[in-house]
């Protein structure tokens, strides 16, 4: 069964640079998630997207924004790169009103900065 | 806010033995559901078992099962027969249920090392 896919897997950039994360849900599901796990840490949540609108946000920093686009795929651009956003960071998706309650998650993109 | 509580930041097993991992949330719902997710070294996010508020039957599945205890608002999983494949970073997670497009929320983690 098709998985949620996250690109690119490692990504690494120095300071001041920007970086753009993609990921691609699970066909049919309308919802996508981003989370950001740094080191020996739990993932925390970023920012969500329904049906291409935002619908909830989290501890996302100002000099991050997301969208998600007509084909539901969606794109976290990430600006002015600091050290502290080296991270590991995931996207999920989902089918809203789906019973199981559950979020799919990728692989992950590694994000270095140094 | 939801919270959700993992009070063993580290716990070990011997091979073939039981361990239980503890995970408290604080909620003012009704509904909603908890999570149990494994991290391997690969980093990947892994889901080993959910639990629906409502239902008062403790979830199962395979060698791994969970303690629901509602009131106390307590989910701990249990881990049978261990093996060394089941190391991991273990996750608690909550999500509200409803209508809605709910995050996760979740708890610090318990690394879990099997001893051979």
């Known amino acids: 069964a098709a998985g949620v896919i996250q690109s690119p897997r490692h990504l690494i950039k120095e300071k001041r640079e920007t970086a753009t994360l993609k990921c691609y849900p699970i066909?049919?599901?309308?919802?996508v998630y981003w989370y950001q796990q740094g080191p020996g840490q739990d993932p925390q949540f970023l920012i969500s997207?329904?049906?291409?609108?935002?619908?909830d946000k989290g501890s996302i920093p100002d000099r991050f924004s997301a969208q998600q686009f007509s084909d539901y795929h969606s794109e976290l651009n990430m600006s002015s790169l600091e050290l502290g956003d080296s991270a590991l960071y995931f996207c999920?998706?989902?089918?809203?009103?789906?019973?199981?309650?559950?979020?799919?998650f990728g692989e992950g993109s590694r994000l270095t900065v140094l | 806010a939801q919270t959700v509580t993992q009070s063993q930041p580290e716990m070990s097993v011997q091979e073939a033995e039981t361990v239980t991992l503890s995970c408290t949330y604080d909620?003012?719902?009704?509904?909603?559901?908890l999570f149990w997710y494994k991290q391997p070294p690969s980093r990947q996010m892994i889901l080993v078992i959910r639990?629906?508020?409502?239902?008062?039957q403790n979830a199962t599945e395979n060698r791994f099962s969970v303690n629901f205890q509602k009131a106390a608002k307590s989910f701990s999983l249990k881990i049978s027969d261990s093996q060394l494949g089941d190391a991991a970073m273990y996750f608690c997670?909550?999500?509200?249920?409803?209508?809605?497009?709910?995050?996760?929320?979740f708890g610090k983690g318990t690394k879990l090392s099997v001893i051979p």
């Open positions: 999920a998706s989902s089918l809203r009103g789906e019973t199981t309650g559950e979020l799919f």
């Open positions: 066909p049919r599901h309308d919802t």
């Open positions: 997207f329904y049906e291409k609108m935002q619908s």
């Open positions: 909620t003012s719902e009704s509904d909603y559901y």
């Open positions: 639990q629906e508020a409502y239902k008062q």
């Open positions: 997670a909550y999500r509200s249920s409803g209508a809605g497009s709910y995050q996760l929320t």
